[in-house]
């Protein structure tokens, strides 16, 4: 993970400037706050031992956090259960709320003369020569003159079309969203012996976790949502309310490697791959689009993305 973590970090220092740059620019209201990132602990020789981890992050990467112990972190945030032993806070992390940057994004590209084609999976390309000229899907054909793959946990399916098999899994991750409980947290969390996250929204509230690698499973485990509820019973004073809003899954798109794919398809010169953005795919995809552009372009890309190969990828 630490060969990794440079360019993971580049992608995620870009990103987080140019979500503030678009986001003021376009003027969407996404639920966008700086109120860092909280990872809370039970146990008090967990909390010291990332002591260590933060000295790395701290030193290598010029990312410290703040030590809050016992009592303290329940100053810092007082929706949390007496008697933990402590936290440490990244001030500087921001979070949003993704389906209203889903249908905003979605807006303003409409407005600006982009046609969205749902429910149609491309199946395979048009080809003429060495070049690409369109793809098919079940539905329709569709014309271009360059294409990117952007397909998460689902692009091996697409090995054929691609030229290359690109070695993603899916991690099935589970998510609830229920109303903000009485007592709702202000910081977003991570309850670390649990692995659970927790994002407050200004209209709800999110306990997310789990990591299951069961292929493209599509059921609904209710025993996975409740390792949610019971990690974050541990926790919080109110950890959820009865009022659900949404439960869900999702695929992780993981790579062995943590780092996401990057680069141009054996398909064609004007085929490009982006996916395999692991745990942060959110976090890390302003960055990811503009350097797909850059390179698209022909233009000097601001992110080395030679570590993003799919050569790297290909002796597994
Ligand atoms: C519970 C959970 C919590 C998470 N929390 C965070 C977080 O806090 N921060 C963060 O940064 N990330 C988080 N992630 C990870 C993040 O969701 C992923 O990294 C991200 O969604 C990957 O984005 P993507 O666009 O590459 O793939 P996806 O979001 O999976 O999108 C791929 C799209 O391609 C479409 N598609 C697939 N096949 C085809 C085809 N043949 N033709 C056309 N379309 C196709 C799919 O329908 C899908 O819409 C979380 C994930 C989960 C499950």
Redesign the pocket.
Do not use: I
């Given at each position: 993970m630490l060969e990794a973590a440079p360019t993971i970090h580049q992608l995620l220092q870009s990103s987080l400037q140019l979500y503030e740059q678009v986001l003021a620019a376009e003027q969407m209201d996404v639920q966008w706050e700086r109120r860092g990132l909280l990872f809370v602990y039970q146990d008090k020789h967990h909390f010291e031992a990332y002591h260590e981890v933060d000295q790395l992050l701290s030193q290598q990467f010029g990312v410290p956090a703040v030590a809050y112990a016992g009592e303290a972190v329940r100053e810092l945030e007082p929706a949390l259960k007496p008697g933990l032993a402590g936290g440490w806070h990244y001030p500087g992390d921001c979070?949003l709320r993704?389906d209203r940057l889903m249908q905003q994004l979605r807006q303003r590209l409409e407005q600006r003369g982009v046609t969205i084609v749902e429910q149609?999976?491309?199946?395979d390309f048009l080809r003429s020569g060495s070049q690409v000229v369109g793809?098919k899907?079940a539905a329709c054909e569709i014309p271009g003159d360059c294409f990117v793959?952007?397909?998460?946990?689902?692009?091996p399916?697409?090995s054929e079309a691609l030229g290359v098999r690109v070695p993603i899994e899916a991690?099935?991750?589970?998510?609830i969203t229920t109303t903000r409980p009485p007592i709702v947290p202000q910081i977003p969390l991570i309850l670390e012996e649990h692995s659970v996250?927790i994002?407050p929204f200004h209209d709800g509230y999110r306990i997310?976790?789990?990591m299951e690698f069961a292929g493209l499973d599509e059921r609904l485990n209710p025993q996975r949502l409740e390792l949610l509820r019971s990690g974050a019973r541990h926790y919080l004073a109110e950890p959820y309310t009865d009022q659900v809003q949404e439960e869900?899954?999702?695929?992780?798109?993981m790579t062995w490697d943590g780092k996401?794919v990057v680069d141009r398809a054996p398909a064609a010169g004007n085929v490009w791959i982006?996916?395999?953005?692991?745990?942060?795919?959110?976090?890390?995809?302003p960055a990811?689009g503009k350097l797909v552009a850059e390179l698209i372009d022909g233009e000097v890309p601001h992110i080395n993305p030679h570590p993003l190969s799919l050569r790297r990828l290909q002796w597994a």
């Open positions: 979070h993704p149609a999976p491309m199946t793809v899907t793959v952007a397909t998460g946990a689902w692009t399916l697409l991690g099935k991750g589970y998510s996250a994002t997310g976790s789990t869900w899954y999702g695929w992780r798109p996401p982006a996916a395999g953005h692991n745990m942060l795919g959110l976090s890390m995809a990811t």
